[in-house]
T-cell receptor, first 110, second 113 residues
Framework: GQQLNQSPQSMFIQEGEDVSMNCTSS?????WLWYKQEPGEGPVLLIALYKAGELTSNGRLTAQFGITRKDSFLNISASIPSDVGIYFCAGQNYGQNFVFGPGTRLSVLP | DSGVTQTPKHLITATGQRVTLRCSPR?????VYWYQQSLDQGLQFLIQ???????AKGNILERFSAQQFPDLHSELNLSSLELGDSALYFC????????????FGQGTRLTVV
């Protein structure tokens, strides 16, 4: 079946630093979603992307739909302690179910 | 609070047993999705119901079954439980057939001992 890879698997950064993570697939997708999951909670949708090359922001978060349609990127600017959590990407091709990546675990050091 | 309610929050049971997980969707949502999240894994799609009918099926084991009732709440039944079934089980709901508008519940943590 379809598989998504996310990198890095985990990252430790200093408060105030910018963060970049990505998600890659061997298949083409027509929709990409980015979620954040905090301990004891369900995933929360951060950004949805529907078109190749699309760049969408949500506050300090910016995500891009890769032009090859096989990857997506999430950037967080000026990180703060509450950015801690696991960030998941999910991709979908037409008529198929969404596939989730294994996640990037972000830790922010004060 | 996403508005999606899952009960119980935690469940510990023995191998071979059967359990039922319950999900109450957000008011007005017609779709319910079930996902399994094992330790350090992404979410694995199990099944989707829309307005009482099964709409999509993922990697759901034959030992697992689900249904959506007329009041739109859903139950996930897990039987002949094995140690490997220990996981977080999430329910999500959305107003339409599409997943992009879905909100997740807080999950049920199942531990099989």
């Amino acid at each position: 079946g379809q598989q998504l890879n996310q990198s890095p698997q985990s990252m430790f950064i200093q408060e105030g630093e910018d963060v970049s993570m990505n998600c890659t697939s061997s298949s083409i997708f027509n929709t990409w979603l980015w979620y954040k999951q905090e301990p004891g909670e369900g995933p929360v949708l951060l950004i949805a992307l529907y078109k190749a090359g699309e760049l969408t922001s949500n506050g300090r978060l910016t995500a891009q739909f890769g032009i090859t349609r096989k990857d997506s990127f999430l950037n967080i600017s000026a990180s703060i302690p509450s950015d801690v959590g696991i960030y998941f990407c999910a991709g979908q091709n037409y008529g198929q179910n969404f596939v989730f990546g294994p996640g990037t675990r972000l830790s922010v050091l004060p | 609070d996403s508005g999606v309610t899952q009960t119980p929050k935690h469940l510990i049971t023995a191998t071979g047993q059967r359990v039922t997980l319950r999900c109450s969707p957000r008011s007005g949502d017609l779709s319910v999705y079930w996902y399994q999240q094992s330790l350090d894994q992404g979410l694995q799609f199990l099944i989707q119901y829309y307005n009482g009918e099964e709409r999509a099926k993922g990697n759901i084991l034959e030992r697992f079954s689900a249904q959506q009732f007329p009041d739109l709440h859903s139950e996930l039944n897990l039987s002949s439980l094995e140690l490997g079934d220990s996981a977080l089980y999430f329910c999500a709901s959305s107003p339409t057939r599409g997943f992009t508008e879905a909100f997740f519940g807080q999950g049920t943590r199942l531990t099989v001992v």
